[in-house]
């Protein structure tokens, strides 16, 4: 029996967590992550954790509280920058491009790799200009009408745009949680990326809202390539093709989300999908 008074004790002697279990690497990568160590000043948070995310497939990343799930998240568009006493180390790539290359600016990258975060977090600015703010700063429209079309497909593919295109200049703000946070994904897809990063997108929102959420995932997969941290399992079962098991900052295992679910091959995966801990 697991000890859970102290998340030290989690990690016997007799539990190997030198390596990864299971599948690491994908046929047709999108992202490659690998050797991936992050401290926060002294404290090291993520511990030489290699993964590929596959190309049009949702990766999810689960793991306790605390494992490491949104700093490995942060790392793959460098939302970790803007927390001075984190330092990361490895080599990721976008295709075939070192994401941390000097030359890159972390701007441009930000809106090939998008971020949808935990709660909902749109401008205080109307429906149409939180969707519109992106496209305008990178210069994605030439004229007001490839920017109404932008807006207008990027609300349509997130599957709000019949809820809100009476009101667009309404506020942002004024939609229900659930809205928002298709807003928010329209904001996102309105740059184009290619890869979405979503750190519990539904935690905050009921059921109904969250089973939108989930559907609209496995749609926007079509496109985009998703890898989503979440701590329900049941959602990383139904929306993921791809699980990887975070435990204190490392990965213990990655594979087929089915096999995680019904089959994991590490002690430590089959202790967290019972629900012994997390
Ligand atoms: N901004 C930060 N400053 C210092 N430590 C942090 C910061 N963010 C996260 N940590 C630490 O890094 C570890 C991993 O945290 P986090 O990535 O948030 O885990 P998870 O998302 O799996 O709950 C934790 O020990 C947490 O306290
Ligand atoms: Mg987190």
Known sequence: MIDLSSSESLVSDDIDLSKTVGEIY???AKMSMRNVNV???????IDNVSLDLARNQVTALIGPSGCGKSTFLRCLNRMNDTIPICRVEGDLRLE?????????????LRARVGMVFQKPNPFPKSIYDNVAYGPKIHG??????????????SLQ???????VKDRLDAPGTGLSGGQQQRL?????????????????????????ATAVIEELIDELRE???????????????RVSQT?????????????????????PVHELTENYITGRFG
Request: glycine share 2%; with cysteine.
């Open 184 to 208: 928010c994904i329209a904001r996102t897809i309105a740059v184009s990326p290619e890869v979405i990063l979503m750190d519990e997108p539904a935690s905050a929102l009921d059921p109904i």
């Open 39 to 45: 401290f926060y000043d002294e404290k090291q948070a």
């Open 243 to 263: 699980t990887a098991y975070f435990h204190m900052g490392k990965l213990v295992e990655m594979g087929k989300t089915e096999q995680i679910f019904t089959n």
């Open 96 to 108: 075939d491009e070192d994401i941390y290359a000097k030359k890159l600016d972390p701007v441009l």
């Open 140 to 153: 994605l429209a030439t004229n007001k009408a490839e920017l109404d079309e932008i807006v207008v497909s």
């Open 223 to 237: 496109k985009y390539t998703i890898a989503i941290v979440t701590h329900s399992m049941q959602q990383a079962a």
């Open 26 to 28: 994908a046929d047709d």
């Open 157 to 163: 593919r997130a599957g709000l745009f019949n809820e």
